[in-house]
Each structure stands twice: as structure tokens, then as C-alpha cells.
């Protein structure tokens, strides 16, 4: 499979990311870890699990799930523990039938020309592979013989679907898709049809399609109930859908009253998934990242990476995590909506006299947020 590398510059690889862009710079502050790495991967660790037995009762997920290092070793030793024991086995049929002596021209044995172990474990493998290399093979002298190549077939065709089903899973598996779905690394929050929009880019670097591709956010942030119980990891989810026509409750977003200086001081982090069905495999694949505070900015807007060349549509991804900055109110999208919108705020100074001393200040600190 391709690295990510031979797709797009090596100054544009960061994780799953795609740029190397000058951003401003924050004041780091000490913060939780995240929840989801840059990469997508759960930074969650499983500890003091007593009932380790449980992995064992689904032996086939537990070997997918494993490094490719170990998956490997297991995949040689089932093999090579297989051919010792089955070599045994054919060495003590040999020995109890005294094959293993020499004996007159009109002597039939078992298996012929097995001397030693090491003849009896070569026989093992011809058996279990179907080599097939004419020097040995198997007599109608003894039942038990033909007992034990039986079973040994069985249990070589047994090792052969697991340990190969396995490696073709770990091979197809659907994140090595994602390796080539990319994000920004960094979030904005501008104006977008008059309104203050969480916005993230994502990017597939593969003509191959992603088929019925759906994403969702969630906000992840240390929060308490009235009860006084603490959720360390509350996921709140983000509406991704217009709920406007339909049944659905409106429901605001979880940064609905944030503003900018609130979100420099906000210990959260937003988690991104894209998920869909790969067109050439059909399997369902996933990828995700996340964003903390420090990682979304205020008042940016992502450049344009597509443009019309030759009568087709090209995308630049050296532009991928570009941003410049654009006049956004630095209020929050409750204060903006308290004041009646972008549309009045931009019409400030036509207000009728008539509105209320609150909205008035609301609104001039709205305006003077305003920042390029």
C-alpha cells in the first residue's frame, strides 16, 4: 500500500494533516489529555481487567486485534507446533510398529522410510502441506495411520482458514482506507451566511469514492450534574442536520454561548468522524480527530483549494490547511442572535432608539469585537 508520503509533499504530513501553516500562537496552559489523538486513534487505557479469560473465548477478534509483530509469530508457531506434534505422533506409530528397525524385504510398515524423528517430522509436513514429495507415503497396514492423517488434514485445513482468515482481515481492515481521509489541523469559526459557523476541512486523497460519507461532532468537556456528580468526559453531540420542516427538537450547540476569549479559556475538545462505505470494498470505514481550544481559531476562514483546470476540477492540497483572516464579531453566537443577527449588527447605527439599554450594550460590544 502506498505511504501517505509518496502521495503529497513530505512538508505537508502531520499525522493524518496536511499542512505546515503559520498560525498564531497561544499562551499553552496546562490541560487534560486528549480524548482522540490528532490521528484518530482513543487515548483510553483499559487497566485492572480481572477477567482476562474473556479475550480467549473470541480467539479469532484477539488475533486481528494485535500487532502485525505478534499476529506473525502466532501465525509461524501454530504452524511449526503443529508439525512437532504430529511428527511425534508419526515417530510412536513408527516405533510401536517397529518400523523404526530394520527388518526383512517382505516387512510392510506404517509410513516408509521414516528412520528417525527427524524422517517422521519431515513426513509430518508433506502430510500437512501436500507437498507430496513421493519419497514417503502411507501403507494399509495400520488403521491408526490412517486415523492420524485424517485428523492431521483436519486440523491442517482448521489452522489454515483461521491463521489466513486472519491475516487477510488485518490486511483489509477498514482504517488502512482511512490513512488516506485527511483533516485540517486546525478549526475555524467565521461567518458563513450570516451566521457563526463551526467549520473543519476534511479531504480524500484517493479517486475511489467514500460511499454515503456522514460526519459528527461531539464536544467532549469535564462538566457536573446537579447532583453534584462529575462527568470527567461528558460527549455532548453536535446537530449536524437542519432539524427545520421536521419533528425534531432544535436543540443548540454545545458552543452556542462561547466567545472568543471564553474559548481560549475552555478546557474542551471537539471530536470529528467521517464515516461511509468504501466503493471498491464495500466495508464500512471510519476516521477521526479532534480539536482543543488551542487548535480552532477565531475569526478564520480555510482558502479555496478547488479550482477549474483543463475542464476538470483540480484540488491543491499544498492549500489543504491554509488560513486567512476575515472581519468576524467576537461575541458569541447567543450574544450575535440577542442583538438580532449579523444583518443588524452590520446596520448598527440605523437602530431605532426605541431598543433597550441591554441590547444597546450587547450590541456595542458586539461591534467592537469586531476584528481583521
Request: with cysteine; aromatic share 8%; charged share 20%.
Amino acid at each position: 500500500m502506498l505511504s501517505r508520503k509518496g502521495l503529497i509533499p513530505e512538508d505537508y504530513l502531520l499525522t493524518r494533516l496536511a499542512e505546515d501553516v503559520q498560525q498564531p500562537k497561544f499562551k499553552t496552559k496546562a490541560r487534560k489529555a486528549r480524548f482522540v489523538t490528532k490521528n484518530g486513534a482513543c487515548n483510553v487505557a483499559h487497566t485492572n481487567i480481572r477477567e482476562q479469560g474473556r479475550f480467549l473465548q473470541d480467539v479469532f477478534t484477539t488475533v486481528v486485534d494485535l500487532k502485525w509483530i505478534h499476529t506473525l509469530i502466532i501465525f509461524t508457531m501454530s504452524f511449526l507446533c503443529s508439525w512437532l506434534l504430529f511428527g511425534m505422533v508419526w515417530w510412536l506409530v513408527a516405533f510401536a510398529h517397529g518400523d523404526l528397525d530394520q527388518k526383512g524385504d517382505d516387512f510392510v510398515p506404517c509410513v516408509t522410510d521414516i528412520h528417525s524423528f527427524a524422517s517422521a517430522f519431515l513426513f509430518s509436513i508433506e502430510v500437512q502441506v501436500t507437498i507430496g514429495f513421493g519419497g514417503r507415503m502411507i501403507t494399509e497396514e495400520c488403521l491408526s495411520a490412517i486415523i492420524i492423517l485424517i485428523i492431521q488434514n483436519i486440523v491442517g485445513l482448521v489452522i489454515n482458514a483461521i491463521m489466513l482468515g486472519c491475516i487477510f482481515m488485518k490486511t483489509a481492515q477498514a482504517n488502512r482506507r482511512a490513512e488516506t481521509l485527511i483533516f485540517s489541523k486546525h478549526a475555524v469559526i467565521s461567518l458563513r451566511n450570516d451566521k457563526l459557523c463551526f467549520m473543519v476541512r476534511i479531504g480524500d486523497l484517493r479517486k475511489s469514492m467514500i460511499i454515503s460519507a456522514t460526519v459528527r461532532m461531539q464536544v467532549v468537556r469535564r462538566s457536573s450534574t446537579p447532583e453534584g456528580e462529575v462527568v470527567p468526559l461528558d460527549q455532548i453531540d453536535i446537530h449536524m442536520d437542519n432539524p427545520v420542516g421536521t419533528n425534531g427538537i432544535f436543540l443548540t450547540s454545545p458552543l452556542f454561548e462561547l466567545s472568543a476569549s471564553d474559548l481560549l479559556d475552555e478546557d474542551l475538545e471537539v471530536i470529528v468522524v467521517l464515516e461511509g462505505v468504501v466503493e471498491t470494498t464495500g466495508i464500512t470505514t471510519q476516521a477521526r480527530t479532534s480539536y482543543v481550544a488551542e487548535e480552532i481559531l477565531w475569526g478564520q476562514r480555510f482558502v479555496p483549494t478547488v479550482s477549474e483546470e483543463d475542464g476538470m476540477y483540480a484540488v491543491d492540497y499544498s492549500k489543504f490547511g491554509n488560513t486567512i483572516k476575515i472581519p468576524t464579531p467576537s461575541c458569541s453566537a447567543k450574544t450575535l442572535d440577542e442583538v438580532g443577527g449579523i444583518a443588524h449588527f452590520k446596520l448598527k447605527e440605523g437602530l431605532s432608539p426605541r431598543g433597550t439599554v441591554r441590547r444597546r450594550k450587547v450590541q456595542a460590544d458586539c461591534a467592537s469585537s469586531i476584528h481583521e
